[in-house]
């Protein structure tokens, strides 16, 4: 196999993400594809620090989907912040304090683990298109790359372009690591789950004026 020299060079910084919130919204066209590719980010999310409850997973039916599920769940965040989740369970505090029931076992009750309500840091969009006999994959690269780029930059909060434009099944399936030959690929999810904490924690500093 000749070598090559495209890929993603590995950062010297390793980048923290237990402050960050990250939202994955994924299309459902090439599933087996997907699942992988989402697997893949969310391992190197985790990985890299961000919490489970701050990993947030949407589906729409397909990649032209995505432009207005990222722009409405970035929207979606902003409003989720002023939501206080005790209001939302009705449980009100009028300065009175009541002593917690006691369990029936004797065993402390669980811990219960509330997500963050705080603004998506960055948003992953991914899909799978792979061309077939129209023009259809032109229109649907073009677009929804445009568009994606674009909510970035009007909204500040990083979308991670995770939409593989492949011109055959193979192509696909070993950008998901899941060749079916000997060359099993690389799973590009992971350096999208990667790029997701890198540039939160970037768009982050920069915002509170700080510089490398």
Known sequence: MSSTIKGLVKSDIKYEGSDLRVAIVHARWNKSIIDSLVAGAISKLKESGVKEGNIVVETVPGSFELPLACSRMIAGSHIQIGTNVTDLLGGLNFGTTSPKPASRTGTPAPAVSIASNQPFDAVIAIGVLIKGETMHFEYICESVSHALM???????????????????????????????????????????????????????????????
């Open 150 to 212: 674009k909510i970035q930059l009007d909204t500040g909060v990083p979308v991670i372009f995770g939409v593989l434009t492949a011109l055959t099944d193979d192509q696909a399936l070993e950008r998901a690591g899941l060749g079916r030959g000997e060359k099993k690929g690389h799973n590009h999810g992971e350096d999208w789950g990667l790029a997701a904490v890198e540039m939160g924690s970037h768009v982050r500093r920069w915002g509170e004026g700080r510089f490398a």
